[in-house]
């Protein structure tokens, strides 16, 4: 739709002041929005919200709140604003969110195609849904991930201050690291939280909500252990791997919703989400690939991917070849194909200078209650 704003759309719209509209006229254009004719607010700066009188998209920039009654003011907003405001439309519960340089024709042409794939070919289902997910913009992630958060009943967040800083660093250190991604890792706001529990995990949601539990970090010896880990499940994030399985395990109506562009209907999906996310049902071809891209990322940055083998060897070691009590190592790869593979990466690396995580390991450790050595 982008090309019907090479110049400009003016909407009757309205200004909302002191609970009265006033009417005005609103110019769109690929720049941003502006009343009456006068200067224009960049989109960067423009929020968007539902009037809860009767559910009309209204429009909220620095000194103002604007909308409009015209039935296509959503979709030219989407259409003007390009993916500028991909985040604010997703936060808009129920509503669309736009397909980036789709048309509705080429909706109703992709949507045929899914049903003869799906009709006469059932083993097409998978790529068909990736590929659908493939023209999804970032937000529907980034809304999933927040919803399922949201829904997690949890009441043991680690307050420390340290602790909850370590684990930022260990991102902070490989988000720049990774290639050749499905996301832009710029695109991601990583959000980190630190859970007291025993079970030795660690996941990712969609849109970058990552939990990492003190079991976990309880059983690691070094920071690059567990910065490994979560690299792993950055991966999942950067290669959207949780939508993938979402689309894949819902069906074909899950399906034609997402090409769509419907929120509303994934918002009751945080039960299933979540049991993916933890690493129940990751499908091997998605973890091999994860595993890839999280330790290219940890030779990247300068840290020890040995340690990550060297870690896999310990929990073998202690739970056997596959720990079902281990939620996050349940349905990976074996231990010591992984540890193999670990190694072959780390022999090809050449030229990347170490630089050891600023963590005092012992001081964190400690700070989780972790059982000192006998």
Not at 149 to 164: C, G, I, P, R, T
Not at 192 to 215: K, M, Q
């Amino acid at each position: 739709m982008q090309d019907e704003f090479k110049t400009h759309m003016v909407l009757d719209g309205f200004h909302v002041a002191g609970g009265q509209r006033r009417p005005i006229k609103l110019t769109l254009d690929l720049e941003g929005i502006s009343v009456d004719g006068g200067a224009m607010e960049p989109w960067r700066h423009v929020k968007l919200r539902r009037d809860e009188a009767d559910g009309a998209v209204l429009v909220v920039t620095r000194d103002r709140v604007l909308g409009s009654d015209d039935p296509g003011f959503l979709r030219s907003l989407e259409g003007a604003a390009g993916n500028t405001l991909d985040r604010e439309l997703a936060k808009l519960v129920g509503g669309q969110v736009g397909l980036k340089g789709s048309s509705i024709l080429g909706c109703l042409g992709f949507l045929v195609l899914v049903w003869v794939l799906v009709t006469a070919v059932p083993g097409c289902f998978r790529s068909t849904m990736d590929a659908t997910v493939d023209q999804l913009p970032y937000s529907v992630d980034e809304e999933l991930g927040r919803v399922t958060e949201e829904s997690m009943e949890v009441s043991d967040v680690v307050d420390d201050a340290e602790v909850q800083q370590a684990i930022e660093l260990m991102v902070e250190r490989l988000s720049g690291e990774f290639q050749d991604t499905d996301v832009n890792p710029a695109e991601v706001t990583w959000n980190v939280r630190v859970v007291d529990s025993e079970e030795v995990n660690a996941f990712a949601l969609p849109g970058g909500y990552i939990t990492v539990y003190t079991g976990l970090i309880e059983e690691a010896t070094s920071p690059d252990m567990v910065a490994g880990v979560i690299g792993h499940e950055m991966a999942h994030v950067l290669q959207r791997h949780g939508l993938r399985r979402v689309a894949n395990q819902l069906g074909l109506f899950a399906g034609v919703q997402l090409i769509f562009g419907g929120t509303g209907g994934l918002v009751g999906m945080a039960g299933d989400v979540l049991a993916l996310a933890k690493g129940r049902e990751w499908d091997r071809s998605q973890e091999t690939e994860a595993d890839v891209l999280g330790t290219t990322a940890m030779i990247r940055a300068g840290l020890d991917a040995k340690e990550l083998g060297e870690f896999f060897l310990i929990l073998k070691e202690k739970y056997g070849e596959t720990p079902g009590v281990l939620g996050w190592m349940s349905t990976h790869p074996m231990h010591s194909t992984r540890v193999d593979d670990i190694q072959a990466q780390v022999d090809a690396a050449e030229g990347v200078e170490p630089d050891p995580l600023d963590i005092d390991w012992a001081d964190i450790l400690d700070r989780v209650g972790a059982p000192e050595d006998d």
